[in-house]
């Protein structure tokens, strides 16, 4: 059995309150160490100076090793032996930062740190030696398969009675030259038969054309996508043509913020106000018949000093009131893709020092962008969007 002995003599000298910051850092590694120990009396069999017929191997000595942690740099003593190898269970080859402060540094680096800043806050964290870019880098390789794990997970366990699609347009660096240029970030967002809204996809491309936006909602299908029965989106044509595609048997809800953006384009500036109010004023209504007889006062009172603006609501009634039909709890939720321009938000903060996406000389995608506009999605995606309703949304059903 292994041979316990007492750790006061060794600690004696920070107990007494004069260096009560080595204290912590020194019993970490005094207990890792003991545990070091411990297993390798396990793995030969045999404690100090113990001879028994279970005994595996000798020791050889020891070589020092640092490991980064949350309370500092530790030195800790590896044991040699004179055949074979031995390596505890606590450390992992070829690393030297602990799992948790792993973690950190993940965390902080897809929050937008970069890499240099990285090493300050390491240090800041009680590391004297620091940490590379280089290894930042290699530490943040384990993104890739989170990012691979959220753009692929399976959507057939749930149904998704309301379905939010928007875009926003991040800069990013394309061909030999590394040019900065402006691409599009394609997300969604889907309501689940319990109330919440979940992250359901991003794609990254160089427009919003139709074909772009039906690759996008086509791997979503592939993926499980079912039960849509409405769809909340702007106006923009590429992404109608591949509604009316993809999405067939699907109410398609035009989005009231872009459209009164929509509609001021079609009114002078002096009236603009006016025109803003009166179309608030539509959706303040209590009922859906309220609501649809406001709309055309509206339009009849446009009609003789803003003919364009009053055709523009006439046509686009239908669609921009496409909540109507829906359960009058949700209408607030479901009249806009407002419930997006935060995820939106997230995204263009967090791909901060690391375009979205970048391209390499090699043309291939650089991983970073792609992690951190992932990991902004998810981030988003845990809070209630809707009320239960005994349980069941009832858009679900």
Known sequence: MPKNHCAAPELASLLDGSSAGELIPELSRYGLQQLIELELAAFLGADWHECTEERLGHRNGYRSRTLTTQVGDLVLQIPKLRSGSFLPSILEPRRRVEQALYAVIMEAYIGGVSTRKVDALVGALGSQSGISKSQVS??????????????????????????????????????????????????????????RRELLGIKVGDSESETFWAEFISHLKERGLAGVKLVISDAHAGLRKAIRRQLQGCVWQRCRVHFARNLLQCVPKAHQGMVTAALRSVFAQEGAAEIESRWDDLAASLAERLPKAAALMHEAKEDVLAFRHFPKDHWRKIWSTNLLERVNEEIKRRKGCRHLPQRRRDHTPCRGGAAGAARALAAGGSPHVLRREHGRHPGAG
Do not use: H
């Open 138 to 195: 290699r530490i943040c390789q384990d993104i890739d398969q989170q990012v691979q794990a959220f753009l692929s997970w399976p959507l057939e366990s749930s149904s998704y009675a309301y379905v939010y699609l928007d875009a926003t347009y991040l800069n990013g660096r394309l061909g030999k030259a590394m040019q900065v240029c402006s691409r599009a970030a394609v997300v969604a967002m889907g309501v689940n038969a319990d109330g």
